[in-house]
């Protein structure tokens, strides 16, 4: 049991306990992967535990492949054995083998992001709805919601108001769609297996039957359907470990629930709870620095990061005049770490709330010559002609597909036009049947010409051409078949200029990785699950600039956290509703813990965004930092006093007391938020968060506000 000779008392104890239910509560750097991949090695040493018995699921491929690597040290090949992936690919196992449970062929395909939004549009014609007034992407956010709630469409509440009315009916006729197509989205992963489960108790046995460990990692990000999905699994044994920190959960808006890890132990009476405290990753500064935010927040288990690294260099705080100014002071900083401290680019992360603030810094970083990329950017699986490419093998794999079908059947162009397509599509619909096999009938077609038939009929041949040969080409050569045949290639090595060269040179990449399958549904089930993150590559030598919810799981030595002022972050939405100011100071506390051994902050006394220059107060969660953590640099505007929120001051204007944090009605303006409070020639100055009016700065005694 050398394994465990490196663990510390309290990450031995998690992997140690193996019977019944184990909340492993793990702090920013406590860890928590090699607690995992150590605890699964016990299993299957010292309790002979088969492989195949345990399932570990984790949210991203990349936290995946570094367990799985892990494990392979510890234990061998036979880590190859463990079911080790992300909740959808667990999900896209079970289905493959259930598909007929489920109520879908075998040959069921996952629709992207790109097909969903094209069926949505598909469907909002089909209703008369104007995608001015009905965005088809809130419409698809609010099915999204619904299936992570487990809500079918025939349980969507259809008599709400005017919008629900709309989303119910669009998710009824776009689930009738993607079932027409043998297809699933995303969301339809879990939810497929979940209401298999419910519906056939006899597949829900062979799987409780088939594990008899679950391991489930960040599992404070869990939603309502990935929640339910880990509960039936253990239901048998009760042997159920999770792996999470209810300070890093962060995806509320992608209907994570924060009581699946606080209720843990309501859940699964008799649960031992296991803090990891012991931080490897931070300086002492830096986790006093994030401690001292985070512990402002309630929905929380008590617990104290500590390392026993060395204190390090102080947290530095820059408030700038401008934007402009504070990306100075960034390009300037990083080129001195470069010059003193012979840091790399690479060793260097910009994070921040919003992608919109990445324009000015890009501008400056090109000027002083600094390199950098943004990560979750346009993805590699995102371009036009990787689309282009994974519609047509889509339609090969299943050509009853019709959002790949009208994605190619004109890419590169054959004389296929809108006026074609229409009538196509109203005889599919007339006979029910998918486009593509309504071209088998297109004498039946009115008002085809025959040019629009020979070329309808040509694009038919090819299809079934690939389809015909599936069995006998590899991945590879299939791929090639389809762009040399479909004269997609060729169209590209015509137009001979650099754009055309840059698309060749991604689609030679594909071809790369068209070389690790073994079939085509693999490559596109691959593809289909592929995360940003897991496209991350750590090796160029440029500085990361990304949002703080893309650097999740990810650390680097020096992160500068910007933009940090009141309606930027927290955000000016934290004002609206009760827990999002305690969801934007964790996604802080996310951001200050990426850091290894420097952390910068940096706000601007005044900014242009959105067309608008503001003048804005320091951030509440930079006030919340005890001081004996913090260096602060630069004059700042000193007309502009920095106001920390520290909410410990209420003060008195007009009669009242006014706190951070406050509700307030204001007779124009409506309700809003108290964020920062600061004395102004012996009155106050109160900066309140309005939902629909943005942060407003008013004097106590002379704004027409009560409190609330």
């Known amino acids: 049991m050398d394994y465990l000779q490196n663990l510390n008392p309290n990450q031995e104890l998690a992997v140690t306990t193996v019977e019944g239910p184990l909340l492993v509560v793990a702090g920013a750097g406590s860890g928590k992967t090699r607690v995992l991949t150590t605890r699964i090695a016990h299993l299957i040493k010292a309790h002979h535990i088969p492989p195949y018995r345990i399932a570990a699921v984790t949210f991203t491929n990349k ?32 289905l493959r083998s259930e598909a007929a449970y489920a109520g879908y062929g075998p040959g069921f395909q996952i629709f992207d992001e790109g097909e969903q939004l094209a069926v949505i549009r598909e469907v909002c014609k089909e209703l008369n709805l104007d995608p001015q007034r009905i965005p088809p992407r809130g419409l698809l956010g609010a099915i999204s919601r619904a ?28 689930q009738e769609k993607l079932m027409a197509s043998n297809a699933l989205d995303f969301d339809d992963l879990i939810m497929a297996v979940v209401r298999m489960f419910q519906r056939h108790p006899e597949v829900k046995r062979k799987y409780q039957e088939r594990f008899d460990h679950i391991l489930v990692d960040e599992y404070q990000d869990t939603n309502k359907a990935q929640y339910v999905l880990v509960h039936m699994l253990a239901q048998r044994t009760g042997n159920i470990c999770v792996v999470g920190d209810e300070d890093q959960s962060i995806y509320a808006f992608r209907g994570a629930d ?6 843990f132990e309501r859940d699964f009476p008799g649960a ?23 512990k402002n927040n309630t929905e929380r288990k008590e617990k104290r990061l500590w390392t026993k690294r060395a204190e390090g260099d102080k947290v530095v705080f820059f408030q700038g005049a401008t934007e402009w100014e504070e990306a100075r002071f960034t390009a300037e900083a990083i080129r001195e770490l470069q010059k003193r401290d012979g840091r790399a680019f690479r060793d260097v992360a910009i994070l921040y ?15 002083s010559g600094v390199p950098y990329r943004i990560i979750a950017g346009l993805r590699f699986y995102d371009r036009k002609e990787i689309k282009d490419l994974m519609a047509y093998l889509r339609l090969v794999h299943n050509p009853h597909n019709d959002i790949s079908f009208l994605r190619v059947v004109n890419t590169p162009r054959r004389g296929i036009g809108d006026v074609t397509i229409t009538r196509l599509t109203a005889y599919a ?38 389809h015909s040969r599936l069995d006998e080409l590899t991945v590879t050569e299939l791929v090639t078949a389809v762009l040399e045949e479909s004269g997609y290639l060729g169209e590209l090595q015509a137009q001979r200029d650099r754009d055309a060269q840059e698309r060749l040179e991604n689609l030679k990449e594909f071809l790369s990785l068209a070389q690790q399958f073994e079939d085509l549904g693999t490559l596109l ?4 699950l592929i995360s940003d993150v897991d496209t991350y590559d750590a090796e160029a030598d ?146 309140i968060a309005f939902p629909n009016q943005g942060l407003k700065k008013v004097m106590a005694h002379l704004a027409p506000i009560t409190k609330v």
């Not at 924060?258 to 209720?263: F, G, T």
């Not at 919003?354 to 890009?362: G, I, M, N, P, Y």
């Not at 593509?436 to 309808?456: E, M, N, P």
Request: with cysteine; net charge negative.
């Open 542 to 687: 440029a500085v990361s600039m990304m949002t703080v919810h893309a650097s999740k799981g990810l650390e680097f030595p020096v992160v500068f956290i910007v933009g940090l002022e009141e309606g930027l972050f927290p955000h000016a939405r934290s004002a609206e509703e009760a827990g999002q100011l305690e969801e934007e100071r964790r996604l802080m506390y996310v951001a200050m813990t990426r850091a290894q051994e420097r952390l910068f902050l940096t706000c601007a006394g005044q900014r242009t965004l959105f067309g608008a220059t503001r003048l804005n107060a320091v951030s509440s969660f930079v006030g919340e930092i005890d001081p004996q953590y913090l260096e602060e640099k630069g004059a700042g505007v000193p007309s502009l006093p920095r106001m920390t929120t520290a909410p410990a001051r209420p003060a008195r204007g007009a009669g009242a007391e006014y706190g951070v944090g406050d509700k307030v009605e204001h007779k124009i303006w409506g309700r809003g938020m108290v964020v920062a409070v600061s004395d102004s020639g012996g009155d106050l100055l109160l900066t």
């Open 353 to 367: 709330r919003t992608h919109a603030l990445s324009r000015v810094l890009e501008e400056e970083f090109m000027r």
């Open 147 to 174: 299936k992570d709630e487990l809500i079918t469409p025939e349980e969507y509440p259809a008599g709400g108001d005017y919008w629900e009315q709309i989303v119910a009916k669009v998710y009824a006729k776009y």
């Open 258 to 263: 924060i009581r699946n890890i606080l209720e």
């Open 272 to 294: 031992t709870v296991v803090k990891l405290e012991e931080n490897y990753r931070s300086t002492q500064n830096i986790l006093g620095a994030a401690n001292s935010v985070i």
């Open 63 to 94: 936290a995946a492949q570094e367990m799985r690597d892990r494990l392979h040290t510890l234990i061998g090949p036979s880590a190859g054995q463990v079911v080790m992936g992300t909740f959808h690919s667990l999900c896209v196992r079970i």
């Open 525 to 528: 089930e691959y593809v289909a």
């Open 429 to 466: 619909q007339q006979f029910g049947i998918s486009l593509f096999s309504a071209l088998s009938y297109l004498d039946g077609v009115d008002g085809l010409g025959g040019k629009a038939v020979r070329a309808l009929q040509g694009f038919k041949e090819l299809v079934d051409g690939w």
